[in-house]
C-alpha cells in the first residue's frame, strides 16, 4: 500500500520524537514514563547549576532494598534542549536577556501575560500545562542572573518537586479516565460496600470476599500490579489508626487470606498521609509468597471511617522482578488517592 507523502512525513516525525498520538485531540503525546524529566539549561555555563539543584530535588525511595530515585533526569544544553519536547516532564532554567534558544522556547510556551510579569518582577516560576504534546507538563524559571536563578531553585526544591509529582497524578488520572473506567464495576462497590475507587478499564476483578473475608482485590498484568480494599469492623477507629500493632495486624491477616504472603517487619517505613481529605496513615514495606519463590514491595494506607465505624486498608503491590518499581507505585498510588466515602457526581 503507498502511503501519501504527507502521511509518511508525519510518521517519521512521530517515530523521531518518541511520542505517539493522543486520538482525543489529533496532535503529538509525550512518550516515557511520569518520572522521566528534561531540565534545559540556557547555556553550558548553568550545567552545574542544574546538577546542584537536581541534588535536592530529586530525592529517593528506598524498594525494600534497591534505592530508585523519584525522577530520571537528564540536563540538555542549548544545543539539546529541544528534545525535551518528547519528555512528559520539563523545566527550562533561563536567565533574562541571554539569548538564545531555551529563552526564546520559554517566552514561546507560557502567555504574553506572564512573560511580562517575570521580566518586571525580574524573575519567577511559570507552570504551562500540555506545551508541546498531551500528558506534558512544562515548568519555566527564569531570573535575571545564574546567582539568582540558583536561589530561586534552591528555595523552591521541595515546591517544584510537589508540583511535578501533583502534576504526574492529575496526568495519570486524566489519562486513565480517557481510556475508560469500569463504570460499573466502580457503581457495585459503591452500592454493595459503600466505597468509591475509579478502577481503570484494564484491571479486572480477581477477588471478592475470598471465604467470606472482606476484601475487593483488582488487578492489572505484565507486570502484576494490584489495588486491594479490605477492611475491618472497630467501635472506634481514630483509636485503632493510633495502634500500630492492630495495623499491622490487619494487613498481615489481609496478606494470608488473599494474597498467601507474609509481610517482612525489618522492611517497615510508616508515613502520615491523607486520603479523601482524612489523616490516614501510609505503611510501605515488603512481602513474600508462601505459594511461589518470589516477593516485592507493597504501599498500604489505612483510613478511618468513622461515620460506619471501619477501618479500610488500601493496599498496593508490585511484582516486577528485575524492573524499575517507582513507575509502577506512581500510577497506584494516584488511583489510591480517589478513593472517597463520598461518590462524586457524574
Not at 475509579?198 to 480477581?206: D, G, H, K, S
Amino acid at each position: 500500500m503507498r502511503i501519501p507523502a504527507f502521511l509518511f512525513s508525519l510518521l517519521m516525525v512521530l517515530v523521531a520524537a518518541g511520542c505517539g498520538l493522543d486520538r482525543e485531540k489529533g496532535i503529538l503525546m509525550a512518550a516515557g514514563s511520569y518520572g522521566d524529566i528534561a531540565v534545559a539549561v540556557g547555556d553550558d555555563k548553568m550545567i552545574p547549576l542544574a546538577n546542584r539543584f537536581l541534588e535536592s530535588f530529586n530525592t529517593r525511595t528506598t524498594f525494600i532494598i534497591k534505592e530508585e530515585p523519584l525522577f530520571k533526569p537528564d540536563v540538555l544544553g542549548p544545543d539539546r534542549w529541544d528534545q525535551a519536547k518528547g519528555y512528559k516532564n520539563a523545566l527550562l532554567l533561563v536567565v533574562l536577556d541571554g539569548g538564545g534558544p531555551v529563552e526564546k522556547a520559554a517566552r514561546k510556551a507560557v502567555s504574553a501575560d506572564a512573560w511580562a510579569r517575570i521580566r518586571e518582577s525580574g524573575g519567577g516560576i511559570v507552570q504551562v500545562n500540555d506545551p508541546w504534546s498531551t500528558y506534558q507538563f512544562l515548568v519555566v524559571v527564569a531570573s535575571r542572573d545564574r546567582n539568582s536563578l540558583g536561589s530561586i531553585l534552591r528555595n523552591n526544591a521541595v515546591k517544584l518537586r510537589e508540583m511535578f509529582e501533583e502534576k504526574s497524578r492529575q496526568r495519570i488520572l486524566r489519562r486513565y479516565r480517557y481510556d475508560g473506567l469500569d463504570d460499573r464495576l466502580m457503581t457495585v462497590l459503591w452500592e454493595r460496600f459503600g466505597f468509591f475507587l475509579e478502577i481503570p478499564a484494564v484491571f479486572r476483578q480477581n477477588q471478592v470476599e475470598p471465604d467470606g473475608f472482606p476484601g475487593i482485590e483488582l488487578l492489572q498484568g505484565a507486570p502484576s500490579r494490584g489495588v486491594t480494599v479490605s477492611w475491618v469492623e472497630t467501635a472506634d477507629p481514630l483509636s485503632m489508626l493510633a495502634d500500630r500493632e492492630a495495623l499491622i495486624a490487619m494487613r498481615t491477616e489481609m496478606g494470608e487470606r488473599m494474597h498467601n504472603e507474609e509481610i517482612v517487619p525489618e522492611a517497615f517505613v510508616w508515613r502520615d498521609a491523607v486520603i479523601d481529605r482524612i489523616p490516614s496513615v501510609k505503611l510501605e514495606g515488603a512481602w513474600n509468597s508462601n505459594s511461589f519463590a518470589g516477593g516485592g514491595p507493597f504501599w498500604c494506607y489505612f483510613v478511618p471511617d468513622t461515620r460506619r465505624g471501619r477501618m479500610y486498608c488500601i493496599d498496593l503491590l508490585v511484582y516486577a522482578p528485575g524492573m524499575d518499581k517507582g513507575q509502577f507505585f506512581r500510577r497506584l498510588d494516584a488511583l489510591a488517592g480517589t478513593f472517597s466515602f463520598t461518590r462524586p457526581r457524574s
